[in-house]
């Protein structure tokens, strides 16, 4: 009989700790008597049959390296019906068996849309730093991002004290605020500028009528880089010209914050996440995606983990206001 492998790939936007999870997975496989196959350029790679095997040794040195060493993509053949009909073609080809795809919302709608119309195992992992999946408390990457913000907050505050100036600093997180609400707090910033807060209320006005001016000579705002609300640039454009006292300067951290070496913590928990991913598909699951919840391991079915607007938990916008003051 032929022998069956796991596939596994990143896709969409790279995390940092995303290799220590590809090493988890391929050893916690090997280990439990099944062989992996890497698969190159995320569904992309998938695609054009980009494909080779995996052994222990290949995936030695890559815990601590930040980016994938098996490449991604933000695939849109994938997107297309013949796109994903090449693609089963393709792992039948190769005697994929069951795919693990480590990457954010868009490419584990990608997995349940593929495996609703093939009859292919799927295994997700949470691998963005977004953290804006639903269900795991954490995903891939984030941790390591948000101490990147962290790091540079701490220096732009210098020059901002120096100069009595205030700051918008720019955060990634697509349409979720939790890099800019945890990084503010983190980082002492003075206010937070969030998807996940937008009400009537005008959340420039609301942070410059708290009177931060009364105290403090320098702030920084970390703002979301959500395109609906237009970004630092424009929260800067906008104070220039409502309020031109203020010197105003902005900071956009873009790319950055998604390279360098994973966190302790987050190592471990792609080390962890990895591994329950080959214990899934031991289990006999499918279709889910593998997530940390209250310290534990879960699985959570891809219609759930991709649901929109992931909750923040509310109280965090409170203590940055009472602690900002
Ligand atoms: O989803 C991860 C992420 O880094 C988002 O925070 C950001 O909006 C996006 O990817 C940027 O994508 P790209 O690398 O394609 O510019």
Do not use: W
Request: hydrophobic fraction near 35%; charged fraction near 25%.
């Amino acid at each position: 009989m032929e022998e069956k492998y796991i596939g596994i790939l990143t896709s969409g936007g790279d995390a940092s700790g995303m290799n220590a999870a590809i090493r988890a997975v391929t050893r916690s496989a090997i280990f439990n008597g099944y062989r992996v196959k890497g698969i190159y350029r995320g569904y992309e790679g998938l695609i054009a049959d980009d494909i080779k095997e995996l052994t222990t040794e290949d995936v030695s040195n890559i815990i601590q390296r930040g980016g994938t060493i098996l490449k991604t993509a933000r695939s849109q053949q994938f997107t297309t019906p013949e796109g994903r009909k090449r693609a089963y073609e393709v792992m039948q080809q190769e005697n994929i068996s069951a795919l693990v795809i480590i990457g954010g919302d868009g490419s584990l709608t990608g997995a349940r849309i593929f495996a609703e119309e093939y009859d292919v195992v799927c295994i997700g992992l949470p691998g963005t730093i977004d953290n804006d999946l639903y269900g795991t408390d954490f995903t891939i990457g984030y941790d390591t991002a948000l101490n990147t913000i962290v790091q540079c907050v701490d220096k732009i505050r210098d020059t901002a004290t120096s100069h009595d100036r205030l700051f918008f600093v720019e955060v990634m997180g697509r349409d979720a605020g939790f890099l800019a609400q945890y990084s503010a707090i983190a980082s002492g910033a003075e206010a937070a500028i969030i998807p996940e807060d937008r009400t009537d209320a005008d959340q420039l006005e609301t942070f410059i009528n708290r009177g931060f001016r009364k105290t403090k000579n320098s702030s920084i705002v970390i703002v979301s880089e959500s395109p609906k609300d237009g970004g630092a640039m424009h929260y800067a454009q906008r104070v220039e010209k409502e309020y031109p006292d203020y010197d105003v300067r902005v900071s956009i951290l873009g790319h950055l914050q998604r390279g360098g070496s994973p966190s302790a913590s987050y190592r471990i928990l792609a080390s962890r996440l990895g591994d329950g991913a080959v214990q899934a598909l031991m289990a006999g699951q499918r279709n889910v995606m593998v997530g940390i919840h209250d310290n534990e391991v879960v699985y959570i079915p891809f219609t759930e983990a991709i649901k929109d607007d992931k909750p923040l938990d509310k109280s965090l916008i409170r203590i940055l206001n009472e602690l900002s003051i």
